[in-house]
């Protein structure tokens, strides 16, 4: 067997120099950029692991992918579609890349080409529109005559049709994500050649755990919880569903036909499902002295909120916010019955791909990191004084931590949801009460050992997991500058160096003036950290 490499290093190291005068000026950036952002050094990377072979690339695109394909001059390149991208370019001369005006995706034509495709390494497609049908239709021509090559397949996450038509339609053993070395839009190889492999992360420790009840049916549903009715949830929840990892899936029974239907069924020994009624949900805690379901706190939360008035989204309603506590219960049931024998474990939301869809491409790189302790995106830094007073912290929803998306290990996961149930129940019975995120303060002040953080919005609740790749002011003036303001110098430095090794290592860009204000914070938290408070 072949293990291709295609680490970072490898890929950025290879030399395209010597193309430069086949590029438009307006396209060297792109074309020579860095891999990752740009898929140009992959292709040219790719071509240098066959030798006097074919290769075929579908749309030209400028012809630049071609040309990139090119790069070993002992291969032929096929390029089929239009050439008038070709204009005020010499591309066409090189003696190593045939273009083809003919439509490969036509049956007539692919009869003539057939030879051709069989005898090809890998193939390239860059399809408009990128509906994903198309695609998915290649890779059955493909399977049904006996392909043994492997095809790249561009675009796989940043349309969601190419997610849903496509990519999730093949079986895990046959799909590789080379994202992280190829286009920022997503880079998925579909391979027909078992003889061939790409790297791919081992996460089969893991245990990831979601939810879905249909709350339009609780006797509090708002109009704002009516207008997100199941068709919208389940529209958006083809990605969490169709993730390669130990899933444990909680849902009513009414629910339960319809998420079987969308789970692949190759993930079936990956899969547990958990069937309850809403209302039957509840806490395990033998202190307690209310009744444990949740029909019975609802009507406590809804009498705590006309007591304790205080402003919170029409969607939050009593029912609403014990959804998102069970949460907390589902994580310590999973834990105690560990399916799948896991050392680690993490909360998902169901319809994830809301938050937008480069969270789902760095959802591998996150599993991999393998924190132990219970870590959250900490987004807004509310300091412990306002947190302590309790009447101040609960007229707003006001919300530091995310929990769309958290991980640990089997102890510290458990350990943090037991306390967060705990937290719950005592706000409860002194009255107040409103979302889930707003108990992770108070744990955390309590238990600062138990956490490990990361940065970000909630747009970036899985993409700044392991380094800040998006939206990195929101960082510094939600959370650094506030954590700076409240003298609490440890947190503060913590995620001024967070971002800094992010920025360092490329992985994203700070403006010339947000930089200043970095290297203002921690300079002076550096300076006053004997100062600092124990968190």
């Keep these: 067997m072949t293990i291709i490499n295609t680490e970072p290093e490898e890929i950025q190291q290879i030399n395209i120099a010597s193309f430069t005068d086949y590029i438009l000026p307006g396209s060297r950036d792109a074309f020579f950029g860095k891999c990752g952002k740009e898929h140009f050094r992959l292709l040219a990377y790719l071509s240098t692991q066959f030798h006097n072979t074919n290769i075929i690339n579908i749309r030209t695109n400028g012809g630049y992918e ?6 070993n001059e002992t291969n032929t390149v096929f390029s089929f579609g ?40 890998f193939i390239f497609v860059d399809i408009e529109p990128h509906n994903g049908t198309v695609e998915h239709d290649l890779y059955l021509y493909l399977s049904d005559i006996g392909y043994r090559g492997f095809v790249i397949y561009d675009d796989i996450w940043y349309f969601k049709s ?31 050649n078992e003889n061939i ?13 979601t939810a879905y009840f249909n709350l339009t049916k609780c006797p509090d549903a708002s109009p704002e919880i009516c207008a997100r009715d199941k068709n919208y949830y389940f ?18 029974p009414e629910s339960l036909p319809q998420i079987q239907q969308i789970r692949p069924t190759w993930f079936a020994d990956k899969t547990r499902y958990v069937v309850r009624e809403f209302d039957d949900l509840g806490f395990c805690k033998n ?36 959804f998102c506590m069970a949460r907390y219960a589902m994580l310590k049931e999973t834990i105690e019955a560990n399916p799948f024998g896991s050392t680690h474990f993490a909360w998902i939301n169901f319809c994830i791909e809301r938050m937008g869809y480069q969270n789902l491409i760095r959802l591998d790189e ?35 931590m995310c929990s769309g998306f958290f991980t640990g290990n089997g102890y510290y996961m458990h350990k943090v949801c037991d306390l967060v149930e705990t937290k719950f129940l005592e706000y409860l019975y002194q009255g107040y009460g409103h979302a889930d995120e707003q108990l992770f303060s108070p744990v955390y002040f309590e238990n600062p050992h138990l956490f490990e953080h990361y940065y970000g919005d909630y747009l970036q609740m899985i993409t700044n997991y392991k380094y800040i790749y998006d939206n990195p002011e929101a960082p510094v003036y939600n959370f ?3 954590s700076f303001d409240n003298h609490n110098f440890a947190k503060c430095l913590e995620g001024c160096r967070f971002l800094r090794r992010s920025i360092d290592l490329g992985k994203c860009n700070l403006s010339q003036d947000y930089m200043g204000y970095l290297g203002y914070y921690t300079d002076v938290a550096r300076q006053n950290i004997h100062y600092v408070h124990p968190t």
């Design 366 to 400: 996150a599993l991999a990191v393998n924190r132990d302790r219970f870590s959250t995106c900490y987004i807004d830094y509310i300091p412990e004084t306002l947190v302590k007073d309790t009447a101040e912290y609960f007229k707003f929803g006001r919300c530091s």
């Design 66 to 71: 071609a040309l990139a394909l090119s790069h």
């Design 287 to 322: 202190d307690e002295p209310l009744p444990r379901r949740f029909r019975d706190y609802r009507e406590k939360i809804i009498q705590n909120r006309r007591e304790k008035p205080y402003h919170f989204d029409n969607r939050n309603t009593a029912s609403y916010y014990l």
């Design 480 to 482: 650094i500058k506030n």
């Design 235 to 252: 529209s958006h929840a083809i990605s969490t569903l169709s993730m390669p990892y130990n899933l444990v899936i909680y849902c009513d």
């Design 197 to 209: 492999q790409f790297d791919k992360r081992d996460n089969s420790h893991w245990t990831l755990v």
């Design 162 to 192: 190419m997610r849903n038509q496509l990519w999730y339609k093949i079986p895990e053993s046959q799909r590789f994500d080379l994202t992280e070395v190829g286009h920022w839009s997503g880079t998925g190889i579909v391979n027909f």
């Design 82 to 121: 239009p050439t008038d991208q070709l204009a005020n370019t010499t591309i066409e001369d090189r003696p190593n890349i045939h273009f083809i005006t003919e439509d490969i995706l036509d049956t007539q034509f692919q009869l003539k080409w057939r030879q051709t495709i069989l005898s090809s390494a």
